[in-house]
């Protein structure tokens, strides 16, 4: 593992993308990372499941877009690619579909690089989500997408991790603005809606946990969820529960509200 870190990673402080790739089972992890994955799962047991109905639903988007016809996305906050990632799913139906992932966390984006090194269609890049200017001038996204074509955006549990005053309902906005007619914006977030008194407890449980890492967990509401998706057309069903979108599988109940919006 230690190939994969750059001189500047805190081996302190957990990270939430190193996180992500150990309830995945990735072994892109540190010891730090997997004390604070396990206080998580103390509290919610379910942790890797969620994790892997996530990734479920990223899948299911992924080949719903590709079956409408878009090549290109733009991954943010994409962390450690995993097995069946983005550019894996899409190039099944389009082998040419191009794909830039984008995460601020130097592991993720150093391992990112080097499992791309042979893929033609596909880089990484690290900027950081929440600056839409900087991330769409960047060399690697004006080189591999057209944003005179349509394309999508993928949010996938990340928006969940940039604070209210980080503005990040005004960064997705930014983000639709800049694509073309006919883009698409999918978004995955957690949230307590729903949820039992107990599982309210354990989720502001969870909260603590996460800020001791390099980011804050903000379990949004449904409607502040929605209102990512202003501007859009959503796509049938909606704005729903996650394991309600377009199923395919057996994904246990997971708090978190997944969309997705077409620009018109």
Not at 108 to 127: G, N
Not at 147 to 170: C, E, K, M, T, Y
Request: include cysteine; proline fraction near 5%.
């Amino acid at each position: 593992m230690d190939l994969w870190v750059p001189s500047s990673v805190d081996l302190t402080r957990p990270s939430v993308a190193r996180m992500y790739d150990y309830f995945l089972g990735g072994s892109h992890n540190f010891a730090v990372d997997r004390e604070a994955a396990k206080a998580v799962e103390k509290i919610y047991p379910g942790m890797a499941g969620a994790a892997r109905a996530n990734r479920n639903f990223l899948r299911r988007a992924v080949r719903y877009l590709s079956d409408q016809g878009v090549d290109q996305f733009l991954d943010l906050g994409s962390g450690i690619p995993t097995v069946g990632n983005v550019h894996e799913i899409a190039q099944q139906t389009n082998p040419g579909a191009r794909v830039v992932y984008v995460d601020v966390e130097p592991v993720a984006v150093a391992h990112s690089i080097a499992m791309l090194a042979e893929e033609q269609h596909a880089v990484a890049v690290r900027a950081d989500l929440r600056d839409p200017d900087e991330v769409l001038a960047t060399p690697e996204v004006r080189e591999v997408l057209d944003l005179d074509r349509p394309l999508a955006v993928l949010l996938s549990a990340v928006l969940h991790f940039v604070p209210d005053g980080d503005h990040p309902h005004a960064a997705v906005a930014r983000y639709r603005d800049a694509v073309c007619s006919g883009s698409y914006v999918a978004i995955s977030h957690g949230s307590l809606d729903g949820v039992t008194q107990d599982g309210v407890t354990s989720g502001e449980r969870v909260q603590a946990v996460y800020q001791r890492s390099d980011a804050r967990l903000v379990l949004r509401s449904a409607a502040d969820i929605a209102c990512f998706f202003d501007g859009l057309d959503l796509v049938d069903p909606g704005v729903v529960l996650l394991p309600e979108w377009r199923s395919d599988s057996d994904d246990a109940y997971i708090s978190a509200y997944v969309g997705v919006g077409r620009k018109p």
